[in-house]
């Protein structure tokens, strides 16, 4: 049998790129022998440009126990939507979460990267990453992703988890260079985060209990909805509702749509006579 450039000869599974030592970033391994599997390894022809669907808007605040991550789930694609119910907040791993903004196809494909690159370093390691040192991985890999950026298919996440060494949830926002920061009580990222953002200047406190902040959180999509045509509010009638994660001391986890739905049937009770949320 003829040999395949690049592949390993058919006596052996594997070629020498995968039995010798190296970094422990799944993503440097990737790049150093198929490079072309990675987002930023797909660039658009010169003058090229795609219409793709787009993922808004996602809030982050701090309550007493840990951090809550929440997204609405309406993609548009221009003056369309694309899809009412995409999933823009999925677990990093078991204590962190990342919420997508942006080019919802390359977002999720760097978010399962992200994924794959956090449990690859747990089994070569055999041990947890620090929070931070998971916030700057995310960093590197956004920041290889400047190419396809800079021809409008753009990635900016939002990055949260619970401390082990510190027990206490954080905040990380990024640019679309890769820059990484830390945030305050909560943040806002996507079209709709000017609006949820006010309403969480005016809702959130420190010392939330947890079923308060997934309250605060979905109110504040419920404004950013209310305001911006990219962003989803809650759909009684098809039965989509926000998609909110809790990071805690016991791990990160989804809430369920039952206690969802009773937190959206709040909310929407209490703006029937009063839409506009003033107090």
Not at 128 to 137: D, V
Not at 176 to 187: A, I, Q, R
Not at 211 to 216: F, G, K, R, T, Y
Request: glycine letters at 12%.
């Amino acid at each position: 049998m003829t040999p395949v450039p690049g592949r390993p000869s058919p006596a052996r599974r594997l070629d020498d790129a995968y039995l010798s030592t190296g970094s422990s970033s799944f993503a440097e391994f990737v790049g150093s022998i198929r490079p072309e599997l990675l987002p930023s390894g797909r660039a658009l022809p010169a003058g090229a440009s795609i219409d793709a669907p787009h993922g808004t808007t996602i809030v982050s605040l701090l309550h007493e126990s840990g951090v809550i991550m929440a997204g609405d789930r309406r993609a548009t694609m221009g003056n369309i939507i694309a899809n009412r119910d995409m999933e823009k907040v999925f677990l990093a791993d078991d204590y962190s979460v990342v919420g997508i903004a942006g080019t919802a196809g390359i977002a999720i494909e760097l978010v399962r990267l992200y994924q794959v690159e956090l449990e690859h370093y747990e089994k070569i390691e055999g041990a947890i990453m620090s929070l931070e040192g998971k916030a700057n991985r995310l960093a590197s890999m956004i920041r290889g992703n400047l190419g396809l950026a800079m021809q409008g298919l753009t990635v900016v996440p939002t990055y949260a988890g619970f401390d082990l060494e510190s027990a206490r949830g954080r905040i990380y926002s990024y640019d679309v260079t890769g820059g990484c920061y830390v945030e305050g009580g909560h943040h806002s990222t996507g079209s709709g985060s000017l609006f949820a953002r006010g309403a969480l200047k005016k809702l959130w406190r420190p010392g939330l209990s947890e079923q308060d902040a997934v309250h605060v959180a979905i109110e504040a999509l419920y404004d950013a909805a209310d305001d911006d045509s990219a962003t989803g509010g809650p759909d009684l009638g098809r039965r989509i509702w926000p998609t909110v994660s809790v990071v805690d001391v016991e791990g990160a986890r989804f809430v369920g749509d039952a206690v969802l739905e009773e937190h959206v049937a709040q909310v929407v009770a209490a703006r029937r006579d009063n839409p506009g949320g003033a107090r």
